[in-house]
Nanobody
Framework: QVQLVESGGGLVQAGGSLRLSCAASTSISRFNFMAWYRQAPGKEREWTATLSTGGTTMYADSVKGRFTISRDNAKNMLYLQMNSLKPEDTAVYYC????????WGQGTQVTVSS
């Protein structure tokens, strides 16, 4: 059973930065792609960023230019560097990994104060 564990969330002021981490219990090279999603209070979960096995990155327009998705295959880690944070970035952030099956982490809370 694959486990994904997110960490790095917290409370930050607008304009600040956070780096989220997602630790996988297995080699992340087995996944076709990994991604970050987020869910704000009262809203549906939304896609935020994707990193494919080949290294292709994609971002939602709302975070493009501010967030960077990356990975460390040796450590089986996925990251999301978040800069210039805005109050509307407040959400629970989830890590997702996809091979033949999709796996989700439990989420980490990010709160951006104005």
């Amino acid at each position: 059973q694959v486990q994904l564990v997110e960490s790095g969330g917290g409370l930050v002021q607008a304009g600040g930065s956070l780096r989220l981490s997602c630790a996988a219990s297995t080699s992340i090279s087995r996944f076709n792609f990994m991604a970050w999603y987020r869910q704000a209070p009262g809203k549906e979960r939304e896609w935020t960023a994707t990193l494919s096995t080949g290294g292709t990155t994609m971002y939602a327009d709302s975070v493009k230019g501010r967030f960077t998705i990356s990975r460390d295959n040796a450590k089986n880690m996925l990251y999301l560097q978040m800069n210039s944070l805005k109050p509307e970035d407040t959400a629970v952030y989830y890590c997702k990994a996809v091979s033949l099956t999709q796996y989700w982490g439990q989420g980490t809370q990010v709160t951006v104060s104005s």
